[in-house]
């Protein structure tokens, strides 16, 4: 592979803001398009040579022979795009399904690449042909993307963007229905600046109470100085059960050292608890239980300090992964107070935010 930019390369970032900036906040403006609840990716093509990226700069390919051939047959023969790839079902982006893809056995990664085949969404263009467009300005970046991929077909696409930050704004409302997290925007005036944080993300704040059910160990616990890692989080489900949703994680180390003590007189035993069963493969296929093992945690000690059900807390998030009682917390939780006015039972999925079905084909249209 010979390309004017070439890998490793980390893809620029973006900063967390409240609300959808001004376009007019940054010296020659912002352009606003989609956040994208994927996975990270920079597509590296020189011929029928393909190399898939992730954000980490660890390879993807592997993984995506689906992307790699749509690549080949959608792209031009040199350039590097970075973007990201999703997988939509129904209409809506499923990132429990983009997850099943890193699998170890090829013959997994083919399965699935036939039944639940992935997409990729170009957002900016980093060299074409010969020519590196790192230096240049976004908006030199996005014409040139537009033109290479003009004639592009399903599933390579390319995102939409705006200079109106009222449309923005309207697409943070509404998009979120089809799995997007939010609105990213970019300078038009600044060129590509790997790994750093030169852009702007607006992203959904919430907040819920969850019954705090368990708890795991710091990495750096010991014996002698307990420290608590993270709070396993639950909802009440219609039919009863208490389903794993996630947890809440980010705590100084003095705060962990009096977690322990403070939650140690609610600890009890496992097999009066009910995430008890959370080894027990069949219980997990059955309800949403913390302590399953994955592709992503192989041989992780998942074990966890089983708490009585009976302390409730408030805690923020962004947005849900999934829909109904089978629903979770897409990214860690931020816990901000104990509620004791609050009665566990009360703690269902009811009180989540009821989000707008909005169909993903009209935000590729």
Not at 46 to 65: C, I
Not at 127 to 134: K, M, V
Not at 160 to 176: L, S
Not at 296 to 309: A, H, M, Q
């Amino acid at each position: 592979m010979d390309l004017p930019v070439m890998p490793p390369l980390q893809p620029m970032l973006a900063k967390s803001v409240k609300g959808v900036p001004a376009a007019d906040s940054v010296e020659g403006g912002l352009s606003y398009e989609p956040k994208w609840d994927g996975f990270r990716c920079i597509v590296f093509r020189d011929g029928d040579e393909v190399e898939l990226a992730s954000r980490s700069t660890k390879p993807l390919t592997r993984y995506f022979p689906d992307i790699v051939d749509a690549v080949k047959a959608e792209t031009p023969d040199r350039c590097v795009l970075d973007g990201e790839i999703f997988i939509a079902i129904d209409g809506r982006l499923d990132f429990d399904a983009l997850s099943q893809r890193i699998h170890p056995a090829a013959s997994r990664v083919a399965t699935l690449a036939e039944r639940t085949p992935a997409s990729f969404v170009a957002f900016d263009l980093l060299a074409l042909d010969g020519e590196s467009f790192l230096a240049e300005p976004f908006s030199v970046r996005r014409s040139r993307l537009e033109e290479a991929l003009a004639s592009a077909a399903d599933p390579i696409h390319v995102t939409r963007t705006t200079t109106d930050a009222a449309e923005a704004e309207e697409w943070f409302g509404i998009f979120e229905g089809a799995g997007l997290d939010g609105v990213v925007a970019k300078a038009l005036a600044k060129p590509y600046a790997p790994n750093g944080r030169t852009m702007l993300k607006v992203k959904h704040s919430r907040t819920a109470d969850v019954v705090v059910a368990g708890y795991r160990l710091h990495k750096t616990s010991t014996p002698e100085r307990p420290l608590l890692g993270s709070m396993l989080l639950g909802l009440y489900a219609d039919d009863g059960q208490l389903q794993h949703v996630g947890v809440a994680a980010s705590f100084t180390e003095a705060r962990r050292a009096e977690l322990i003590t403070e939650l140690e007189p609610l600890i009890v035993d496992t097999s009066e608890h009910p995430w008890g069963k959370w080894q027990d493969a069949d219980a997990q296929a059955g309800s949403r239980l913390p302590g399953g093992q994955s592709r992503w945690t192989g041989t992780k000690d998942l074990s966890f300090v089983t708490l009585s059900p009976t302390r409730v807390a408030e805690v923020g998030y962004e947005h849900m992964e999934g829909i109904g009682d089978g629903a979770r917390f897409r990214h860690t939780a931020q816990f901000k107070r104990w509620r004791p006015d609050r009665e566990p039972g009360s703690c269902t999925y009811e009180q989540l935010e009821e989000v707008a079905k909005y169909d993903l084909s009209q935000i590729l249209t």
